[in-house]
């Protein structure tokens, strides 16, 4: 009787944990950063989508695409005058709505990328949910500025230009746009103050109230970010070390080797001081920063995510 009551108790034991175990539903998949619409990455100056194994948003796009996001790298001129750049954009951003179906798409420029997702959201912001720009000299860079200078001064502007030409081109066809025009004089003129003043005055959605502060945080639908670095030698080790000698043209002021805090503002500013330095700012060299800085693509996973609850 005894041994009959304790099989009946077990097996009703057994019977419960099988319930219970059917009744678990599966692990949940990742959707951290499952945004709404497709985030596209816009590279800098010299920039490319990807060379071989090598993404210049080193590591960014497939943590994206791990916790659910649609991540669409996209090329255009190593260098060339901002609205060229943006005019390429936006038919490669056409030709995706066309091929693919997709409505919007959620904008992330680094460096000179930055204006040309700009232009794109002022042309047509019917196809932009958001703009994210990071270490973008929305107002030009001094290294811009004393590279002008200089070469105006010694007269080799078009010598500077044929040699950066041919390494712009040299990065094109390696990453598959050996088409694309290359004009580094134009890219040079279009980062300068007087250049992206210029531009600025064409396409004003997003910018700052003052000199150093936030911009409205949606303008003409389209919802506006920023961040910047603020650290130039983050690793000895890190061949983007060699900033340090472009950071001395600021002349005291916080920068990234290449831009300056302030001039990196534009829309809601998520946070201007990174410690982290130009090419730290799209994890490069491989992903070498300084010790104990925070992790870039942790910052592209926050910020899909913040996109994601805007509904974006």
């Not at 057994?14 to 599966?26: D, I």
């Not at 949940?28 to 948003?57: K, M």
């Not at 943006?86 to 204006?115: D, M």
């Not at 109230?209 to 409205?216: F, I």
Request: charged residues 15%; proline residues 4%; glycine residues 12%.
């Amino acid at each position: 009787m005894i041994r009959h009551r304790l099989r009946q108790g077990l097996m009703a034991l057994g019977l419960a944990a099988a319930a219970t175990l059917a009744s678990t539903p599966a692990l949940a998949a990742d959707t951290y950063t499952q945004t709404r619409y497709p985030i596209v990455l816009v590279h800098g100056l010299f920039g490319f989508d990807s060379v071989g194994p090598i993404n210049y948003f080193h590591g960014v796009a497939s943590e994206l695409r791990r916790s659910g996001a649609t991540v669409i790298a996209t090329q255009q001129s190593a260098a060339n005058a901002s609205e060229v750049r943006g005019e390429q954009l936006l038919s490669e951003l056409r030709r995706l709505k066309a091929a693919y179906g997709y409505q919007k798409f959620n904008l992330i420029g680094h460096s000179h990328g930055g204006q040309s997702i700009r232009y794109v959201a002022a042309v047509d912001p019917s196809l932009v949910a958001s703009v994210t720009t990071v270490g973008t000299p929305h107002k030009g860079s001094a290294v811009a500025d004393t590279i002008q200078a200089a070469t105006d001064l010694t007269g080799t502007t078009n010598v500077a230009g044929a040699i950066f030409n041919g390494l712009a081109s040299i990065i094109s066809a390696f990453s598959g746009g050996s088409t694309l025009p290359q004009d580094a004089v134009a890219a040079m003129t279009s980062l300068t103050t007087s250049g992206a003043a210029r531009f600025n005055q064409r396409f004003p959605a997003g910018a700052p109230g003052s000199s150093c502060g936030e911009g409205p945080a949606i303008a003409n639908g389209v919802r506006y970010y920023s961040a910047g670095g603020t650290s130039v030698v983050t690793n000895i080790f890190d061949p983007d070390s060699a900033l340090g000698l472009t950071g001395v043209l600021f002349v005291g002021k916080a920068n990234d080797g290449l831009v300056e805090r302030c001039s990196s503002h534009w829309g809601s500013v998520l946070r201007d001081n990174y410690p982290w330095n130009h090419l730290d700012e799209v994890n490069q060299t491989f992903g070498l920063r300084g010790l104990f800085t925070p992790s870039p693509v942790s910052f592209y996973r926050t910020q899909a995510n913040r996109l994601k609850n805007a509904g974006l």
